[in-house]
Each structure stands twice: as C-alpha cells, then as structure tokens.
C-alpha cells in the first residue's frame, strides 16, 4: 500500500486498521501505541491517528504482522522491527 500515491478515504483507512492487533500512529514528536484489541478506540479516536488533513489516510502507512504504522518516527520504526 502506498497512502502517497494511492488516496485512501478515512472509512476505508478505519477499515484497514481494524484488520490489524496494534496501531503505531507517529503524530509530530511522539508516537502512540494502541492495542486494538484491548482498548477498542472508537472511529473518531482511530481518524484523529491515522487520517490527515486531507481526510486521507496519512503517509507513510505500512503493516508488518499484526502491526499498522502511520506516519514517520525513528523509535517507532524500530520497535515494530524489533531493532
């Protein structure tokens, strides 16, 4: 999937995300971590992570296993990796 190229609106990105155990959204200098399944954030909570301005999903966007990651920040990246 490539959210840059490839316009994706915020239900289907909604969609996506719910596919998968955990979400890593980086916003700004933070990333956030949140186990789907545990805490079961609502529609709006997962759109303020994963939608931009545009009401696109945000880029860069990629999954590795069970994991959906959401815009750029090293320590996140890492921690998906397992580097």
């Given at each position: 999937?490539n959210a840059a190229?490839?316009?994706?609106?915020?239900?289907?990105?909604?969609?996506?995300?719910?596919?998968?155990?955990?979400?890593?959204?980086a916003k700004g200098?933070?990333?956030?971590?949140?186990?789907?399944?545990?805490?079961?954030?609502?529609?709006?909570?997962l759109r303020r992570?994963?939608?931009?301005?545009?009401?696109?999903?945000?880029?860069?966007?990629?999954?590795?296993?069970?994991?959906?990651?959401?815009?750029?920040?090293?320590?996140?990246?890492?921690?998906?990796?397992?580097?």
């Amino acid at each position: 999937m490539n959210a840059a190229r490839e316009k994706i609106a915020a239900e289907e990105a909604l969609a996506l995300v719910r596919r998968h155990r955990r979400l890593v959204a980086a916003k700004g200098k933070k990333a956030v971590t949140v186990d789907l399944r545990k805490e079961a954030p609502d529609d709006e909570a997962l759109r303020r992570l994963v939608v931009g301005p545009s009401g696109n999903l945000r880029a860069p966007t990629w999954t590795r296993g069970t994991a959906f990651v959401v815009g750029f920040h090293p320590d996140a990246y890492a921690e998906v990796l397992g580097v």
